[in-house]
């Protein structure tokens, strides 16, 4: 997926077969970044965000503990950095993931730090 986006540096793709978005995480060496869940039973929404790709900034969200297990796994954003902002990456995501988690503010993770990146 990484030379996808790198042949594709302007494009916007997204990746929501789970075990395709674990493949991807796995080597950026993120997979285990995630914010784990606070207990078992609980319907649970973790995201992060990368930006140390070269082309593309990544948004990747879990979802776990849904009593549906189509509910449940990865997906990953990835924006053009040619043409979003680190914070409207974040507009975006806060955007799509409203309706899943409420009307709370979402918090997001930069792994690294985007602020050379704005």
């Keep these: ?15 929501r077969d789970d075990k395709s978005a674990l493949a991807l995480l796995h080597e950026l060496l993120i997979a285990d970044k995630f914010i784990n869940k606070p207990t078992p039973t609980e319907e649970w929404f973790s995201l992060m965000m990368y930006a140390d790709h070269d082309t593309h900034f ?11 297990e189509t509910d449940n796994g990865h997906v990953i954003h990835c924006f ?15 955007r799509t993931y409203s309706p899943v988690i409420g009307e709370n503010d979402i918090t997001t993770c930069w792994l690294p730090s985007p602020k050379t990146y704005s």
Excluded: C, N, W
């Design 1 to 15: 997926m990484l030379a996808v986006l790198a042949e594709h540096p302007h494009e916007y793709a997204e990746v």
């Design 58 to 68: 990544l948004a990747a969200a879990r979802f776990e503990g849904f009593k549906d």
């Design 80 to 94: 053009p950095k040619s043409q979003f902002t680190a914070g409207q990456v974040e507009a975006e995501i806060s």
